[in-house]
Structures are given as C-alpha cells and as structure tokens.
C-alpha cells in the first residue's frame, strides 16, 4: 500500500512503536526496504534527501518506482522527502508524486521556522500529503552536536510550533546527531525532555540519527514516545560491508550477484531493527476481505 506517513504514524502513536525511516537511492535499497517490511508485517516509511536525490537517486525516477513496488505489497509504505529546505525542492517532491514531505527549517529562528513550516504543511495537506518538520536542531555527530544542549528542543516553544504550523509529526533533537558517533561512543539521551514533549503534544515523535544510537536507548525512546526513527548511515555500511566481503570472497563475482548481496545484508539489518522499535507483526491481513490492522 503506497500511504503518507499519517496514519501509519498515528497507528505507531496509538499503540506504543516506532516505525523505521530509512534513507534510500536505489532500486536495491528500495527492495531491501520494502521487502522486510512485507516479512515483518510492518510500516516502513523510504527516505530521500535533497542532496541524495542530486547525487544519485533522481526524485523522478524513485517515486515511480517506489509507489509501484509498494502498491504490490500490504503493509503501508510512505516515500517522504527528508530534510527538504527549499521550497524548490519540496514542490518538486510533491510534482514526482512523494507521499510525504519534510520541511527542515530548524536552522532558521523560531517565527521563521513557523511561517516556512505553516505554508508547507497546509500545501502538503491540500494534496493529500503528510508533512513532518523539525524544532530544536538534530546537527552532526562529526561535530558533537549530540551534546549541544542549546540546539534539544525547548516543550514551550514545541506546543505553540505544533498548533501554529498543523505538522503531522515532529522531529525533536534530544541528544542523537546525524552519521557516525566516535568509535566506542553511544549518546546520552536526554530522555525527561521527551517524555515532556510526549506529554505536552500527544502527537508523532519523531527520532533522526537512528544509526549508533545503541539498542537500550532506541528501545527507551520508543517506549518514551518516539514513533518514527531515521536510518541512514548504519544502513548504508551495512550495503558497503557486505559489498566488500563478497569481493574479497570472489573477486569475480557477477555485478548483479553483488548487487543481491549487499540487498540482503540490508533486509537482515532492517529486520531486526524493526523488531527492536516494535513495528513486526502490527499489521496482519486476512485472505478474503483484504487488508485489515490489528
Ligand atoms: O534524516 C536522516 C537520518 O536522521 C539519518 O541519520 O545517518 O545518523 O542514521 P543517520
Ligand atoms: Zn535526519
């Protein structure tokens, strides 16, 4: 089922889970991503950011292709743009027939990220689309931004942003940063700050930086009120490792052969990252009437 992220997210709110976004630029990744979800009986919403869609995974090209996997499989699936900042971008999302779109103006000061984001969500809502948008800043691992505490995001100012701007869901920062954490480093969460916000908004939570994150500090966000984790990174080594393993096993190996690899390193990765944020198993269908939540 090709979905935007809203009632998958409000199913995931409503019942306690979380369901993995996950960076994606090709067709493998695509499969990888979609065919996990099928297995685990899961939501599953595919990422794309501006800079990827630029560099590789042409919008145009991946919306098609990613809707028509989707439709052929049960479990819902969404195709949301990540971080989209200008409204270039984001409009062009909507043209290529994204299902959901993120409007990242959390660089930007307050009234500033309110106004960018109400005009976005309303457009978005107009198609029929989700929208998700950022408050506080989720920066980069590189540069510790995991620790700035000035850049979590503020309870106060998150409850005005959610009533002024309408956005479906919210992406906070309260301790992950994007990419890799120095070696051996696991961040620390600022985990009251998310139960008040869950508290406060009582609405989709939204978690980016899901690589590195570690296992027990996933599984207490979720349990916390997160319900959307982003996934890039340790996705993407995953791909990488297993691309290098089969070449150094045989360095004669057929591309497309290579290709298989790397895609099913993805789906085991996936798999039991779904299972830890507790999205297996939420949806089950019955034979004759179709599909049909738990
Ligand atoms: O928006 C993308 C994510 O936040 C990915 O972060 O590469 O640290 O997993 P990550
Ligand atoms: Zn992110």
Known sequence: MYVSMKDMLLHAHHNNYAVMAINCVN????????????????????????????????????????????????????????????????????????????????????????????????????????????????????????SNVDLYTNVKQAKEFVERTKCD??????????????????????FDRLRELKTELNMPLVLHGGSGAGE????????????????????????????????KENPMIDYMDLCIEAQNAMKDFIKSYMRVIGSSGQYSFKKDNGPELD
């Open 27 to 146: 067709m493998e990744q695509a499969k990888a991503i979609i065919q996990s979800a099928d297995e685990e009986k899961s939501a599953v919403i595919i990422n794309i950011s501006p800079r990827q869609m630029k560099a590789h995974g042409h919008g145009e090209i991946m919306a098609p292709m990613i809707k028509n996997m989707a439709e052929k499989v049960p479990v819902p699936v969404a195709f949301n743009l990540d971080h989209g900042a200008s409204f270039e971008d984001i409009t062009d999302a909507m043209k290529f027939g994204f299902s959901s779109v993120m409007i990242d103006s959390s660089s930007f000061e307050f009234e500033e990220n309110v106004r960018r984001t109400q005009q976005i969500a309303s457009l978005a809502h107009g198609m029929g689309l989700s929208c998700e948008a950022e408050l506080g800043h989720v920066g980069q691992a590189a540069a510790d931004d995991n």
């Open 169 to 190: 869901c919210l992406a906070i920062a309260i301790g992950t940063a994007h990419g890799a954490y120095p070696k051996g480093m696991v961040p620390k969460l600022d």
């Open 216 to 247: 027990e500090n996933i599984k207490k966000a979720v349990a916390c009120g997160i319900n959307k984790i982003n996934v890039c990174t340790d996705l993407f080594r995953h791909a990488t490792n297993a691309t290098i393993e089969a070449v």
